[in-house]
């Protein structure tokens, strides 16, 4: 490598994004949105289009010695959308494009298709095209997933302001732990001599579903949206509430303050943090893959957010200058970093 060129690791994936597109003029007048957010928007007639896409690589975002292809599809779908609800939209189509390579037979894309099938029926989202080709590097699956939202109705990362205050939909820190049991328990198979070797995995379901099977939080968009309550800024935590918070802060262009006593984590989770001997707030805030959504509303929705069964504040939003941080149970004041999943990191 010259001495002027730089590793991909050095920038990172949003940074990677950044300067692959900043040369990219919007000329369309219907693109309202373009890249940084958790969709592009598109303006057509009363509705807006959202548009999202993810991109899954057998390898780096998946296990298949021990994730099921049927949790796969689902999930696959689940993530994208997840992004969708994170705009206030309803996904509605969805287009699936895969790579295989020839260790795979009919059967088990069939298993992967049956779980994009059922996530999109209990989502209501029509599957409505996609591409397949031969892949030499295993598991390529790459969906698009487009929804729509009355105009003005949509909510960026953009839109928070100081004294706002900072809410996240159910738990955090459990899709994290459920991968270290996983992983760890894959290991312990793979030295037994015993073929017949089974896990036991009694009493950690919730941890492995929020993993395996994960849910977008359309019902927490519906109930916002039935209470009047209008976030002023929105994201999904697909790469962990540190990196999701500071999304938000850079988008708006404010700071924040978490308190550590306010974080949600299930029993569960607590639970498994201490088996693997792990600090229970770092996986709370670095874990990712919890789909929940972490949104601002304005403090006059106090009284509100405070009636809804499910949602957390945890926060609230401060002027720009000073800067985000966690407040820790004795008052300290830790800054905030973005440590969750990057696929860039160096291993």
Not at 26 to 38: M, P, Q, Y
Not at 228 to 234: D, E, K, N, Q
């Amino acid at each position: 490598m010259g001495n002027n060129e730089t590793e991909i690791s050095d920038l990172g994936e949003f940074g990677l994004i950044d300067r692959l597109t900043k040369d990219f003029a919007i000329s369309n007048t219907e693109t309202k949105l373009g890249i940084g957010d958790d969709a592009a928007i598109l303006s057509f007639g009363e509705k807006d289009v959202v548009v999202t896409t993810d991109l899954l690589l057998e390898g780096i975002h998946f296990d298949l010695r021990y994730v099921p292809l049927q949790h796969l599809g689902y999930k696959a779908a689940i993530v994208n959308f997840s992004d969708v609800y994170a705009m206030n939209a309803t996904p509605r189509q969805l287009t699936v494009s895969i790579g295989v390579s020839s260790r795979f037979t009919v059967e088990h894309i069939e298993m992967l298709y049956a779980g994009i099938r059922k996530a999109c029926e209990n989502y209501g989202v029509d599957l409505v095209g996609g591409d397949t080709s031969a892949s030499v590097t295993g598991l390529v699956i790459s969906i698009t997933c487009i929804g729509d939202v009355a105009r003005g109705e949509e909510v960026k990362r953009s839109g928070a302001k100081p004294t706002d205050i900072i809410c996240v939909s159910g738990d955090l820190g459990a899709a994290f732990m459920g991968l270290q049991l996983l992983e760890r328990e894959n290991q312990v198979a793979a030295q037994q001599k015993d073929k017949d070797f089974q896990p036991d995995f009694s009493g950690k379901e919730y941890i492995l579903e929020r993993q395996l099977k994960p849910e977008a939080r359309r019902d927490i968009v519906e109930t916002l949206r039935k209470e009047g309550i209008r976030p002023t800024s929105m994201i999904d935590v697909s790469d962990g509430l540190s990196s999701e918070l500071l999304h938000i802060c850079k988008a708006s262009d404010v700071g924040c303050r978490v308190y550590e006593d306010k974080l949600p984590i299930d029993y569960q989770t607590a639970l498994m943090a201490e088996e693997f001997n792990m600090n229970l707030v770092t996986a709370a805030m670095n874990g990712g893959e919890d789909y929940e959504l972490l949104f601002t509303v304005p403090l006059t929705d106090h009284e509100k957010i405070e009636k809804l069964s499910g949602v957390k504040m945890i926060g609230y939003v401060t002027d720009k200058n000073l800067g985000a941080a966690l407040v820790t149970r004795d008052g300290a004041e830790i800054p905030i970093k973005a440590q969750g999943w990057n696929a860039f990191n160096k291993v």
